[in-house]
């Protein structure tokens, strides 16, 4: 019961703030400069007055901003979140078209920094001073202090140009006629360059926490106690360092966990990865205002689940933390 309450609660919350992303967003978006109707006319190739009214009456936004706001927020309260004026098609349905590519990419990258990162900096603390030691940090530090897009580019021109090991673009090569294992092979094989590329920053970050926080825990006096009564180095790392060491790490990847979403963005770009990070980035250079905060939305609304799980997932983690207080 105690838990169903909590769950209630971190969800009253949680639509509170999403009503706050909604009005921050649609607030931002239509202060920045740039209108959507002398975009298309441009485009069009008719510039006069009577055709960039039509388009404004047609788009809505010949309306008064806080009127345009109310209809928003309106259809966001039944899933309606528009129609996007490049495409003619509902947002809902372009985002749900895109949203797998990008949860599938980020998970995957996710667990890549995670898994390496934690593994890394577990190597590093045990041979504290040593040679791998001094790899692994100057390897983080290298990585956390490389752009992203630069890193992509980079993987592209070696990986793909030069050595033709993985596709440079795209998410599958085989067509949407393939079908069972091939199919799954194919995107795997996409997917490989721009997971590495998304979760190399992150690896950096917890690779340098995850041997900070085990070197303090090895410290400790119940380490010491374990060692002086003869239990092996491998048990007491394994059972009581790791544990203890990697609270920390949790916490931090609970909380970025939502921000490679937002990451996902060069990454798609550079990679023609067909996620919604490419399709904000086309919404914006088109002045597309609904997809623009539809994705927004969705994108704040992933965030929010995310750390939800990751607040009832570290009662599991440490049984000593009570979530529902």
């Known amino acids: 019961m105690k838990h169903l ?12 703030v999403l ?23 441009g485009e069009a190739g ?19 901003a806080y009127w345009q706001l109310w209809l928003y927020m309106k259809g966001v309260v039944v899933g309606d979140l528009g129609f996007s004026y490049r495409n003619q098609v509902p947002v809902l349905s372009l985002i749900m078209e895109r949203l797998p590519a990008t949860l599938l990419l980020t998970g995957f990258a996710f667990l890549f920094s995670l898994v390496l990162g934690v593994a890394l900096g577990v190597m590093a603390a045990r041979r504290r001073g040593g040679v791998v030691d001094s790899m692994v940090m100057t390897g983080t530090l290298i990585f956390y202090a490389t752009p992203l897009f630069w890193v992509a580019l980079m993987a ?26 091939a199919r799954a092979l194919d995107i795997a094989w996409h997917l490989v360059m721009p997971t590495v590329t998304l979760g190399l920053f ?12 085990m070197l303090e825990v090895l410290g400790l006096d119940f380490v010491k106690t374990a060692r002086a009564k003869g239990v092996p180095q491998a048990l007491i790392i394994r059972r009581h360092v790791l544990r203890n060491a990697f609270l920390p790490v949790f916490t931090l990847a609970s909380v970025q966990a939502g921000q490679l979403v937002g990451g996902a963005v060069l990454t798609e770009t550079v990679f023609a990865w067909p996620g919604i990070g490419r399709l904000m980035f086309d919404a914006l250079l088109q002045r597309d205002y609904p997809v623009i905060l539809g ?13 939800l799980v990751s607040d009832l997932c570290y009662g599991l983690v440490d049984p000593r933390i009570d979530v529902t207080n």
Request: with cysteine; net charge neutral; charged share 15%.
């Open 19 to 41: 009503a706050g992303v909604v009005v921050l967003n649609f607030t931002l978006i239509h202060l920045a400069p740039g209108d959507p109707a002398a975009v298309f006319a």
């Open 202 to 213: 992150f690896t950096a970050v917890y690779a340098r926490l995850m041997r900070a926080s």
């Open 156 to 181: 592209v021109l070696v990986f793909s140009v030069q050595l033709e090991w993985f596709p440079p673009f795209g998410m599958e090569s085989l067509g949407p006629d393939a079908r069972g294992l």
């Open 295 to 307: 994705v927004f939305l969705v994108t704040s609304g992933v965030v929010v689940c995310v750390n």
């Open 46 to 64: 008719a510039g006069d007055a009577k055709f960039l009214a039509d388009l404004r009456a047609q788009f809505g936004l010949d309306q008064p």
């Open 5 to 16: 309450d909590f769950v209630l609660r971190r969800l009253v919350k949680a639509l509170v």
